[in-house]
């Protein structure tokens, strides 16, 4: 069991833990931002769909918006994009590939001592 040093030199000292304990917080106001934990709430459902309206307007108002999008396009699906890992498992590292060919992803592991020199042997899981 861990005894953190201060309620130790507390109960050497004669004191107990009880009587040195803060009294409790006094009562908290209900939090106005509760309904949104019911995920799957109407309520909660409606607001974020207004929250996402609002910022796609937003975002789309912008003149160089379609320019921003057809780069970041671009740069997510080129082939020459770096292969970011998404686990290194001891001297193994496992990363998940989006292309042309395969739309949906699939899942690779290679040896890290390879993606380190910046030549992965990459097999399909």
């Known amino acids: 069991m861990h005894v953190f040093p201060f309620a130790l030199a507390l109960a050497f000292a004669g004191c107990t833990a009880a009587a040195t304990q803060p009294s409790a917080p006094a009562a908290m ?3 106005p ?6 995920i799957h709430g109407d309520r ?7 929250w996402n ?14 320019a921003y999008r057809t780069r970041a396009e671009a740069v997510l699906s080129d082939p020459d994009r770096i292969a970011l890992p998404y686990d290194i498992m001891g001297a ?3 990363n998940f590939w989006t292309d042309e ?3 949906h992803g699939l899942w690779r592991i290679a ?5 380190l020199a910046g030549q992965p042997d990459w097999r399909t899981l």
């Open 33 to 38: 931002y509760l309904w949104l934990e019911e």
């Open 29 to 31: 106001d209900e939090d």
């Open 44 to 50: 909660a459902l409606a607001k974020v769909r207004a």
């Open 92 to 94: 193994r590292i496992t």
């Open 101 to 103: 060919t395969n739309t």
């Open 53 to 66: 309206e609002e910022t796609a307007a937003e975002l789309t108002a912008d003149p160089d918006f379609e």
């Open 111 to 115: 040896d890290l001592e390879g993606y």
